[in-house]
């Protein structure tokens, strides 16, 4: 009976989500508020293609409409989720306007290797763009210097890994006049390539992705962002990123299965109950 009991709840702490880990509330949009920095290789003051573009994500606070996660009220010790990115520029277009000529660099998967060494060639190879995690040792900082920024984003434990699986998954800048440390606005979609969250994951429709009707998309984000006043970073971006959270299946079919696991053994002795009497 133990047994069984202690089986029943591993089902039901499955169902349900720990309390360590970020807070989304199931069935619906989940926005996910961050903040972050962000550097290029190249030329500072323009887009080419082939410029790689990286830097490092804190999540503040997720929200259905009202909050239910917040990083600055979880208790010590501190529980953060943060992640690394890390693309390239692979194409640039100039449209003029009286107002001037403004640019969108489209971002896809980085060819060349990571100069921060975060992703492998093979995460690269396969298509992946951002990792995510889950950390309760250091806190995120953006002071700098860049390398130190990116540890304390990374040393968690890994809660996903999202990039370009399908056609759909895109992601863009649109920048005025054309530097990167200008200001402008990121759109993208995204798709689980890892994913450590307990959790499963329906798509959410995309209507800045350029296609008719919308894109259904993991993760869909629309940030924008703008040049900083100096230090290790060149530019900051700024939220929100939408994911939409469902229930596990596999968790309704353990809780099931202990249900009637526990339902088969008081039949089982209320049968030897009547038995006994009989006799």
Request: aromatic share 10%; with cysteine; proline share 4%.
């Amino acid at each position: 009976m133990k047994i069984l009991q202690t089986a029943l709840l591993c089902a039901c702490a499955i169902a349900g989500q720990a309390s360590a880990a970020p807070v989304f509330q199931l069935g619906v949009d989940n926005n996910m508020g961050f903040q972050s920095v962000a550097n290029k290789t190249g030329n500072a003051n323009s887009i080419a293609v082939g410029d790689l573009y990286y830097g490092v994500i804190n999540v503040q606070d997720i929200a259905t409409g009202t909050t239910s996660w917040n990083a600055n009220n979880v208790s010590t010790p501190i529980d953060s989720f943060t992640g690394y990115f890390l693309t390239q520029v692979t194409g640039v277009t100039a449209t003029v306007t009286a107002l001037g000529t403004f640019y969108s660099a489209q971002l896809g998967v980085a060819t060349n290797p990571d100069p921060n060494g975060v992703f492998t060639a093979g995460e690269l190879s396969a298509g992946t763009m951002m990792k995510l995690y889950t950390d309760t040792s250091t806190a995120y900082t953006t002071g700098g210097p860049v390398a130190a920024d990116i540890a304390h984003a990374t040393d968690g434990s890994l809660w996903a890994s999202l990039g370009f699986t399908s056609a759909s998954n895109y992601w863009t800048l649109a920048v005025a006049p054309g530097g990167f440390a200008a200001s402008g606005s990121s759109f993208g979609g995204l798709n689980f390539m890892t994913n450590n969250s307990g959790m499963a994951w329906a798509k959410v429709l995309d209507t800045n992705c350029g296609v008719a009707g919308g894109c259904l998309e993991d993760m869909k984000f629309v940030s924008t962002f703008s040049q900083t006043s100096g230090g290790a970073w060149q530019a900051n971006v700024n939220d929100p990123a939408t994911l939409h959270p469902v229930p596990l299946p596999a968790a309704g079919w353990l809780l099931g299965s202990g249900l009637v696991a526990l339902l088969g053994l008081r039949g089982k002795r209320k049968y030897r109950a009547e038995s006994c009497s009989a006799a």
